[in-house]
T-cell receptor
Framework: QKEVEQNSGPLSVPEGAIASLNCTYS??????FFWYRQYSGKSPELIMS????GDKEDGRFTAQLNKASQYVSLLIRDSQPSDSATYLC???????????FGTGTQLKVEL | EPEVTQTPSHQVTQMGQEVILRCVPI?????FYWYRQILGQKVEFLVS????????KSEIFDDQFSVERPDGSNFTLKIRSTKLEDSAMYFC??????????FGPGTRLTVL
C-alpha cells in the first residue's frame, strides 16, 4: 500500500513566524510531489509542486524534497491568519495517473 | 483564470438511486480525474481518464461507478446504485500533462 503520512496537528504559529509542515511517503517510485491547501468545506488548492531534490521557492512558500529520506516539507514564511487551513501533501503514485494524499496538517496562525 | 467547474454543488438522493455528477475540466487539459473525500477523512483517488479511456482506477471504483466524456467539454461520474457509504464530497480534477492537478469546487453527495 502506497502511503503518505502527515502529522494531523493542529500546528499553531504566531503571525509573522515560519510554519514548517512535514510529510513522508512510502513509494520510492514517486517522482512528483504536491502541496495543496484546503480551507474548511472547500476543495484542495494547489500551492506548490516539486520534482527534484532540494528546495523550490515561490513567494512566501518553500518546498523541500529529499528522495533518499522519502521526505517532503513546506515552509511558510511570514505566516498570516489567512494561511490558517489544512495543508495536504500528495505524491504521484501512478505516473501522472493518480495522486495519493496524506491526511493533512491543520495550521492555525494566531494573532 | 480558467477553473474546473462542477455541478450540482449538492446532490441528495435515496439509497439505490443512480446519480450523475458533472464536471467541466479546464479547456486545454488532457487528463481528468475523480477523487472523493468522506467527511473528516483524506482525499481518495477514484479514477483517471486520458485519451477517452480509463488510465487507472482504485479499488473503490467498482462496477457501480463509471465515467464518461460525452462531448468535448464535459466529464461525468455515474454511480449506478448509491449506497449510504457513497456519501462524500466528490472532486473532479484536470491536468494539462498528467502532472499538476487542479481541482473543482466539488459536489457534496448525500445518500439517505
Amino acid at each position: 500500500q502506497k502511503e503518505v503520512e502527515q502529522n494531523s496537528g493542529p500546528l499553531s504559529v504566531p503571525e509573522g513566524a515560519i510554519a514548517s509542515l512535514n510529510c513522508t511517503y512510502s513509494d520510492r517510485g514517486s517522482q512528483s510531489f504536491f502541496w495543496y491547501r484546503q480551507y474548511s468545506g472547500k476543495s484542495p488548492e494547489l500551492i506548490m509542486s516539486i520534482y527534484s531534490n532540494g528546495d523550490k521557492e515561490d513567494g512566501r512558500f518553500t518546498a523541500q524534497l529529499n528522495k533518499a529520506s522519502q521526505y517532503v516539507s513546506l515552509l511558510i514564511r511570514d505566516s498570516q491568519p489567512s494561511d490558517s487551513a489544512t495543508y495536504l501533501c500528495a505524491a504521484d503514485t501512478g505516473g501522472g495517473n493518480k495522486l495519493t494524499f496524506g491526511t493533512g496538517t491543520q495550521l492555525k496562525v494566531e494573532l | 483564470e480558467p477553473e474546473v467547474t462542477q455541478t450540482p454543488s449538492h446532490q441528495v438522493t435515496q439509497m439505490g438511486q443512480e446519480v450523475i455528477l458533472r464536471c467541466v475540466p479546464i479547456s486545454n487539459h488532457l487528463y481528468f480525474y475523480w477523487y472523493r473525500q468522506i467527511l473528516g477523512q483524506k482525499v481518495e483517488f477514484l479514477v483517471s481518464f486520458y485519451n477517452n479511456e480509463i488510465s487507472e482506477k482504485s479499488e473503490i471504483f467498482d462496477d457501480q461507478f463509471s465515467v464518461e466524456r460525452p462531448d468535448g467539454s464535459n466529464f461525468t461520474l455515474k454511480i449506478r446504485s448509491t449506497k449510504l457509504e457513497d456519501s462524500a464530497m466528490y472532486f473532479c480534477a484536470s491536468a494539462p500533462e498528467g502532472n499538476e492537478q487542479f481541482f473543482g469546487p466539488g459536489t457534496r453527495l448525500t445518500v439517505l
